[in-house]
């Protein structure tokens, strides 16, 4: 069983800036997929973005499109999720996500592994 922590949440004012970062408890968490997708309250979880095993492949929600960047580190076994111009419409609990394929990457249910999600909140 693969476990997936989240941080770098927090409380920041419209167009600053904050990295979230997603550790995983084991090696094979180097192989996966790995996504990013946030939630509101009442609200659905939507996608944020992803990026393939390799690290050659991103792909970005609309929304966020530009002003953020997904990395990833399969020495450490991390993925990074860089947020920048942040708009308090990107308040939301934020989770990190592993496993499926490329395919469906933008969709929650090809997601085998979550984290327990961190807090951003941007105030006007």
């Known amino acids: 069983q693969v476990q997936m922590v989240e941080s770098g949440g927090g409380l920041v004012q419209a167009g600053g800036s904050l990295r979230l970062s997603c550790a995983a408890s084991?090696?094979?968490?180097?192989?996966?997929?790995k996504g990013w997708f946030r939630q509101t309250p009442g609200k659905e979880r939507e996608f944020v973005a992803a990026?393939?095993?390799?690290?050659?492949?991103?792909t970005y929600a609309d929304s966020v499109k530009g002003r953020f960047t997904i990395q990833r580190d399969n020495r450490k076994n991390t993925v990074d999720l860089h947020m920048n111009n942040l708009k308090p419409e990107d308040t939301a609990v934020y989770y990190c996500?592993?496993?499926?394929?490329?395919?469906?990457?933008?969709?929650?249910?090809?997601?085998?592994?979550w984290g327990q999600g961190t807090q951003v909140t941007v105030s006007a």
């Open positions: 996500a592993a496993g499926g394929s490329w395919s469906s990457a933008t969709i929650e249910q090809n997601y085998a592994y």
């Open positions: 084991r090696r094979a968490f180097s192989t996966l997929q």
């Open positions: 990026i393939n095993w390799s690290g050659l492949n991103t």
